[in-house]
């Protein structure tokens, strides 16, 4: 299993903060900062079950496994999973999902997680 974080950070935006809230649900992941244009992403890369832990952790600490599952389902795509978390969320160290970019006027942090079977991650994360 493969696993992808990338967070655009805006001009009006710290990279500092960013990489934080990165780091906030992804502890593990050693992050470095790549130039797209006008435009600086923060990305991380990690692989299997034990980098994904304390996502886990927090969505049973919030309560929202079941609300999690349903987006998880609905983010499969070709043996990859592609969600999104609120930056601004995961700066104050709580996982929230959100759309691409309604509603958030920053960037989300985008997840991408190539598995062999999908299902079987979104059940990890979700039991």
């Not at 299993?1 to 992804?26: C, D, G, H, W």
């Not at 969505?59 to 389902?73: E, P």
Request: net charge neutral; proline share 5%.
């Amino acid at each position: 299993m493969k696993i992808k974080i990338e967070a655009e950070v805006y001009p009006t935006e710290s990279r500092e903060k960013v990489m934080q809230a990165v780091k906030n649900l992804f502890p593990s992941t050693d992050l470095h900062v790549q130039a797209q244009g006008n435009i600086e992403v923060v990305v991380g890369e990690g692989a299997g079950l034990e980098f994904l832990e304390n996502l886990k952790s927090m969505l049973r600490s919030r309560k929202i496994r079941a609300a999690a599952r349903s987006i998880l389902r609905q983010s499969k795509l070709n043996g990859k999973l592609v969600f999104y978390m609120n930056k601004q969320a995961a700066y104050a160290k709580q996982a929230s999902f959100t759309e691409p970019f309604t509603e958030s006027p920053l960037p989300p942090i985008r997840v991408e997680i190539e598995s062999d079977d999908v299902d079987k991650v979104i059940e990890w994360l979700t039991e």
